[in-house]
Every structure is written in C-alpha cells, then in structure tokens.
Nanobody
Framework: QVQLVESGGGLVQAGGSLRLSCAAS????????MGWVRQAPGKEREFVAAINWSGSSTYYADSVKGRFTISRDNAKNMVYLQMNSLKPEDTAVYYC?????????????????WGQGTQVTVSS
C-alpha cells in the first residue's frame, strides 16, 4: 500500500511559479512510476506529467511541455512538480498518482494509488 499526500498548491498570478510536492509512504515507492494528473472545473482529468522509477525517463503533456518539470527523490519518498510560467488555464486540482509498475504507462487511469489533490489557481 502506498499513501500519497500532495502539498504546495495555492493562488498565483499568471507568469508565476509553484512547486507541488507529493509525499509517499511505503518502501515500495522507489519501484513505482509516478504521475501528476489535473482536473479543471467542468473538464475531464488530464495526464500532465510522469516519471519512471529512477527518474531517468519523463513524460509531459503538450500543454505543459517546457513549463513544468517533474522530479523525484527516492531517498525521501518525494515527487515534485515544478510549474513555471503559469497560465490561467493551468487552474485545476492536481493529483499525485503512483503506478506499481516501474516504467511510465500512459494509461494513467490504471494507476494504483491516488492522493487527495491540491488546488492550484492562476489569476490573470
């Protein structure tokens, strides 16, 4: 079992930055691929970024490529999402997720564990 707790959300002006953190419990964390998924009001969830077990491989949605960076620290059981040049359309609840497989799977709906989410609001 893995429990995920997100933090770091908040209100920021367009063009600003935020760093989301995801704290994971359990020794199996370092074997899991991790991802961030967001859901804006009235919209479907969007797979934003993912990272494999070692951090050597990453994925980004086109909508955030070049602005967001996903990283992990296996020694601390942490995953991060650095978000720069934020836009109002980035406003959403951001969820941290864990896949019990080590490599990135783009079928994110199958990820095994989910956090409760953290709200990010970008004002124009």
């Amino acid at each position: 079992q893995v429990q995920l707790v997100e933090s770091g959300g908040g209100l920021v002006q367009a063009g600003g930055s935020l760093r989301l953190s995801c704290a994971a419990s359990g020794r199996a964390f370092m074997r899991y691929a991790m991802g961030w998924v967001r859901q804006a009001p009235g919209k479907e969830r969007e797979f934003v970024a993912a990272i494999n077990w070692s951090g050597s491989s990453t994925y980004y949605a086109d909508s955030v490529k070049g602005r967001f960076t996903i990283s992990r620290d296996n020694a601390k059981n942490m995953v991060y999402l650095q978000m720069n040049s934020l836009k109002p359309e980035d406003t959403a609840v951001y969820y941290c997720s864990a896949d019990s497989r080590p490599y990135i799977d783009y079928d994110w709906v199958k990820y095994d564990y989910w956090g409760q989410g953290t709200q990010v609001t970008v004002s124009s």
